[in-house]
């Protein structure tokens, strides 16, 4: 069943820093560990708690669990999008015109205006085979 797609949403810069921590981990975190994990934090650690229930509205998290913290309950959060959902969301948002866009941008994420490396045209061609076979 295809996977429903994701409503428009914005990361403000202290969500992204605690969705790259989910993103970067395999397990579900609670907010205590996630503060603790974003590099370079100048912002106290509580307010990690306004952050994680901005992305709760956002749909960008949900809660895993609820377990034992110490000595009371707490919730683990879970991403609900991958990293590279999130940024084909801000690309369809910006690229909407048609082709010529998704080319120019294609080409900028190579980093040229031509493409010369071999291991990258494979992977592209691997990719559209099995978006074909998908279609079929």
């Known amino acids: 069943m295809p996977k429903k797609k994701q409503e428009y949403f914005y990361l403000s810069p202290k969500e992204e820093a605690a969705m790259k921590v ?3 981990t395999d397990t579900a ?5 996630i503060a603790e994990r974003i590099p370079n934090r100048t912002w106290p650690a509580s307010s990690i708690q306004s952050i994680l229930r901005s992305l709760e509205k956002k749909n960008a998290i949900k809660v895993e669990a609820i377990t034992k913290l ?3 309950y707490g919730r683990l959060f879970r991403p609900t999008l991958s990293a590279n959902e999130y940024a084909a969301m801000q690309f369809g ?3 909407q ?6 080319f120019s941008m294609m080409s ?3 980093g040229n205006t031509y493409i010369e490396n071999e ?3 494979e992977a592209l ?7 074909e076979k998908k279609e079929h």
């Open 22 to 24: 989910l993103w970067n």
């Open 29 to 33: 975190l609670s907010a205590s560990e």
């Open 70 to 72: 110490g000595k009371s």
């Open 93 to 95: 948002r910006y690229y």
């Open 97 to 102: 015109k048609g082709k010529n866009d998704c």
């Open 108 to 110: 900028s994420l190579l």
């Open 119 to 121: 291991e990258i045209i």
């Open 125 to 131: 061609q691997a990719l559209l085979a099995e978006y």
